[in-house]
T-cell receptor, first 111, second 116 residues
Framework: EDQVTQSPEALRLQEGESSSLNCSYT??????LFWYRQDPGKGPEFLFT???AGEEKEKERLKATLTKKESFLHITAPKPEDSATYLC????????????FGKGTRLSVIA | EPEVTQTPSHQVTQMGQEVILRCVPI?????FYWYRQILGQKVEFLVS????????KSEIFDDQFSVERPDGSNFTLKIRSTKLEDSAMYFC??????????????FGQGTRLTVV
């Protein structure tokens, strides 16, 4: 059974204090690993897709990396507006197989 | 920027009543999904829909649930007889893997369903 585990569950950072969120996964073949941002009461907002080990993608203060067993979302010099829940999801190969989500990491950035 | 839109944003219903949640996926997308998120829990897959039929469904998607694409733009989720445990945020999503390498699903803002 495909599984996604995210850690920590919650993270509190001072503005400017860089850190990383972890996503460990077990999947029978990986088509893609996805990072989403979710604000309270809203739908997941797409951030990145990673397809193969060693791949990295960046967007503003965020950088996502992928190995064969886990992915990291690095946040550099975060701002209060980066506060959200960050969700990791995996998709097995073939067709439009559904996403399997982790529980997310709730990030709070304090000014 | 194209987006997935869902209506209503909040629905309160009595236990045993039928509800229909509505979604307008991104117009050139071919795959449609419903997910749900019970408060404080993971986003869970319910059903996927392609070429006018269900392509995959989870154990949650039992006989009380149905999906339909009644016209070229709408995609609906019907819960025939709601239970208290159906209270959750329901998200519609769409994707178009055939257009390129990226296969990400784009999500709507959700419908908060409260069963009382």
């Amino acid at each position: 059974e495909d599984q996604v585990t995210q850690s920590p569950e919650a993270l509190r950072l001072q503005e400017g204090e860089s850190s990383s969120l972890n996503c460990s996964y077990t999947v029978s073949g990986l088509r893609g690993l996805f990072w989403y941002r979710q604000d309270p009461g809203k739908g997941p907002e797409f951030l990145f897709t990673l397809y193969s080990a060693g791949e990295e993608k960046e967007k503003e203060r965020l950088k996502a990396t992928l190995t064969k067993k886990e992915s990291f979302l690095h946040i550099t010099a975060p701002k209060p507006e980066d506060s959200a829940t960050y969700l990791c999801a995996v998709q097995a190969p073939s067709g439009n197989t559904p996403l399997v989500f982790g529980k997310g990491t709730r990030l709070s950035v304090i000014a | 920027e194209p987006e997935v839109t869902q209506t209503p944003s909040h629905q309160v219903t009595q236990m045993g009543q039928e509800v229909i949640l509505r979604c307008v996926p991104i117009s050139n997308h071919l795959y449609f999904y419903w997910y749900r998120q019970i408060l404080g829990q993971k986003v869970e897959f319910l059903v996927s829909f392609y070429n006018n039929e269900i392509s995959e469904k989870s154990e949650i998607f039992d006989d009380q649930f149905s999906v339909e694409r009644p016209d070229g733009s709408n995609f609906t989720l019907k819960i025939r007889s709601t239970k208290l445990e159906d209270s959750a945020m329901y998200f519609c999503a769409s994707s178009d893997p055939e257009q390129g390498i990226d296969t990400e699903a784009f999500f709507g803002q959700g419908t908060r369903l409260t069963v009382v």
